[in-house]
């Protein structure tokens, strides 16, 4: 699609393979955290690493002033006079939302660098998906009616279920009551399982919702009672911190 694409508008097209490194850098790495307990984002990943990362280190950054991404986000640069911006960070790139608020992917964007953000440049970010369609299709794009892309990439056609089995295995383990400690059944491992789902459990009499994991006896806690008020926290963990504009985590 992509060569269809330049071939209509008379553009060179190079492909970069970075097979290897999506590989090792992402999927790698989302393998290692399903076996933890834990939930990646593959989507994140391959941007800060992959898109933005490999690609980076691939090309000769000296011979390019920008790199212009079909993603929905802007950057807003600093001004020429280093004022200081509305973060009070001088000379710093800040990523802000897009026009499209529906499809806004900031979020998958928020793990770039400062050093990743200030060549990068999102020629959509003004615009609305609807907006984009209809400038496609008065250039007669051949992907003016394409699909809009979902799931994980890197799987194609495999089911996610499918592609933990294959890379983590399955180990059976208990579906216990969270309020009553009672055993309902078993599931294939805590690893399948994130907080908060509620497809995939095979529990009648629901609907039920993951509430915890034990993954040192491989028990997954399950309840009716996801949305009452009693199952809210006061305390939660947060690692991993990705400031994209200076500054470090403010504690109490």
């Known amino acids: 699609m992509a060569q269809a694409v330049c071939d209509e508008i008379s553009v060179p ?36 690493r992959i898109k933005f990362g490999a690609f980076y280190d691939h090309i000769d ?9 079909g993603h929905y986000a802007r950057v807003i640069r600093p001004l020429a006079d280093h004022s200081q911006d509305i973060q009070g960070t001088s000379s710093a790139v800040q990523l802000v939302l897009s026009a499209d608020e529906v499809k806004d992917q900031t979020y998958f964007l928020s793990h770039l660098s400062q050093q990743q953000l200030f060549r990068v440049m999102f020629p959509l970010g003004s615009l609305t998906k609807s907006e984009v369609r209809q400038l496609a299709a008065s250039f007669n794009l051949p992907n003016q009616s394409r699909k809009d892309s979902q799931g994980i990439c890197f799987l194609g056609k495999v089911k996610f279920p499918e592609f933990v089995a294959r890379h983590v295995g399955e180990q059976e383990g208990l579906l216990v009551e969270a309020e009553s400690g009672v055993a309902l059944g078993t599931h294939r491992g805590f690893w399948f399982f994130t907080i908060g789902q509620r497809q995939g459990i095979k529990l009648s009499g629901g609907p039920w919702y993951v509430v915890a994991k034990d ?28 400031w994209t504009v200076g500054g470090s985590a403010i504690r109490p």
């Open 13 to 48: 097209l190079r492909i970069v393979h970075l097979t290897d490194a999506y590989w090792q850098r992402v999927v790698s790495h989302c393998v290692a955290e399903i076996r933890n307990g834990r939930t990646p984002n593959p989507d994140m990943l391959c941007n800060s």
């Open 61 to 69: 950054l000296s011979h390019f002033d920008r790199v212009a991404s």
């Open 215 to 242: 993954t040192a006896t491989n028990t997954v806690f399950v309840s009716r009672n996801y949305h009452s008020p009693n199952k809210s926290r006061r305390q939660f963990w947060v690692g991993g911190f990705s």
